[in-house]
């Protein structure tokens, strides 16, 4: 069982930055292929960002450039640093653990002026 706790949300102007934590629970983090999902107001949920075991990364076109997903496995936690935030990246972030999936509650990310 792994349980997932994502922090970091909050309410920032445009062009300005965030970092959300996910802090992970349980066996097997390390070996673990993580994720940053999104899903804004009338959307579904979409990948933001991955990150495997051994740190091999992938992004969706809209946030390259601007986020990077990392993680430190002494910490079982993965980060995602939002910069150059867009009104557009406003969404509910979801922590994601691959195989089996595991979900975190997911916080807010708000971008407006």
């Known amino acids: 069982q792994v349980q997932l706790v994502e922090s970091g949300g909050g309410l920032v102007q445009p062009g300005g930055s965030l970092r959300l934590s996910c802090a992970a629970s349980g066996s097997a983090f390390s070996t673990n292929t993580m994720g940053w999902y999104r899903q804004g107001p009338g959307k579904e949920r979409e990948l933001v960002a991955t990150?495997?075991?051994?740190?091999?990364?992938n992004y969706a076109d809209s946030v390259k450039g601007r986020f990077t997903i990392s993680r430190d496995s002494a910490k079982n936690t993965v980060y995602l640093q939002m910069n150059s935030l867009k009104p557009e990246d406003t969404a509910v972030y979801y922590c994601?653990?691959?195989?089996?999936?595991?979900w975190g509650q997911g916080t807010q990310v708000t971008v407006s002026s």
């Open positions: 994601r653990a691959f195989g089996p999936t595991y």
């Open positions: 990150i495997t075991s051994g740190g091999i990364t």
